[in-house]
């Protein structure tokens, strides 16, 4: 392979690794996201995440500003902030869309579109994140786009 053809191809290769990032963050539970700045303000973890938060799972894309939480309660009951109140079930992202996700947001976002239970919109900033309690599977997903 000559050298133009090499430097062509190590191009191209970085040009396609840097489309469609989606990261994941694991936690084992709220205290573990805590400890390492996840929660609050300007961060992927929202500062109402339950206290009983455990097996934490969130993902972003940078591209589409999107964030995905998937949660399990540890025994607690869900309690969101006063300011979240019930909603209309929201405009679910396309599932060409999803398929940048990993399968745990890909997961929450056919069971949230299935639902037909309770949302509810947590405002946050200037944006709301949508909060929908699975309660036959014990999850909690969450999502929003900044």
């Not at 993902?59 to 309690?79: A, I, M």
Request: with cysteine; net charge negative; hydrophobic share 40%.
């Amino acid at each position: 392979m000559s050298v133009r053809k090499a430097c062509l191809a190590v191009a191209l290769a970085v040009i396609v690794s840097g489309c469609g990032e989606v990261t994941i963050a694991k936690y084992a539970d709220r205290n573990d996201a805590l400890a390492r700045e996840a929660i609050g303000e300007s961060k992927w973890l929202p500062a109402w995440l339950p206290e009983g938060a455990v097996a934490i799972r969130e993902t972003h894309d940078v591209d589409t500003n999107e964030s995905w939480l998937v949660f399990r309660l540890n025994g607690d009951k869900l309690t969101l902030p006063s300011k979240c109140e019930l909603a209309d079930k929201p405009a679910m992202t396309e599932k060409r869309v999803m398929s940048r996700f990993p399968q745990f947001a890909q997961d929450a976002w056919s069971r949230a579109s299935e639902h037909t239970g309770e949302f509810y919109r947590c405002p946050e900033s200037s944006v709301a994140r949508w909060v929908m309690h699975d309660e036959e599977l014990g999850l909690v997903y969450s999502w929003v786009k900044f």
